[in-house]
């Protein structure tokens, strides 16, 4: 499903729940791996190459990688889909998250292509997933989970994919 901004910035409000940092309520181990699986399935199909795939990180609400590897992609730069334990959020970045200040920073110096960058998010839109750009997670949060993060300035990234 394509959402812009404002609906990804309600999904997560939405989702954020105190009493359930690392993974929600209805978290599912087996439902997870199995799309996770899926997922990875699919990018070495379209990308024709063997994907890394990290899954089941501890004391994270990040339940896994899946790295495309550079030598597969235009620019030569791997791409990164990170998956959060919330199920259905996923984030793909260049290199590593952080790396750059999104994916059109990432674009802009030469880093991604667009086609591959397509290709990534289409698999993931058609497996059900709700793509959240690396821009947004990497904004401000403000949320009622706030005291059990980490630093002085958290953001959506540390309540989704950080560690507890």
């Not at 992609?73 to 999104?102: D, H, M, Q, W, Y």
């Not at 904004?139 to 994919?161: I, N, V």
Request: aromatic share 10%.
């Amino acid at each position: 499903m394509t959402e812009g901004g404002a609906d990804l910035l309600a999904l997560l409000r939405e989702l954020d729940d105190p009493q359930w940092l690392e993974w929600p309520a209805t978290y599912d181990r087996n439902a997870v791996a199995a799309r996770f699986g899926e997922l990875v399935a699919r990018l070495e199909s379209d990308f024709g190459v063997p994907c890394v795939a990290e899954q089941d990180t501890q004391d994270s609400s990040e339940y896994g990688r899946a790295t495309v590897p550079a030598e597969a992609t235009v620019c030569g730069t791997r791409i990164v889909v990170c998956v959060s334990k919330f199920g259905s959020l996923p984030l793909v970045c260049a290199e590593n998250p952080g790396a750059f200040l999104g994916t059109q920073d990432a674009q802009d110096e030469g880093e991604l292509d667009a086609a591959a960058l397509a290709s990534v998010e289409r698999a993931l839109v058609e497996l059900g997933f709700s793509v959240v750009p690396e821009e947004l997670v990497e904004s401000d949060y403000g949320g009622p989970s706030r005291a059990h993060l980490y630093g002085q300035r958290p953001t959506w990234w540390d309540r989704f994919f950080g560690t507890f």
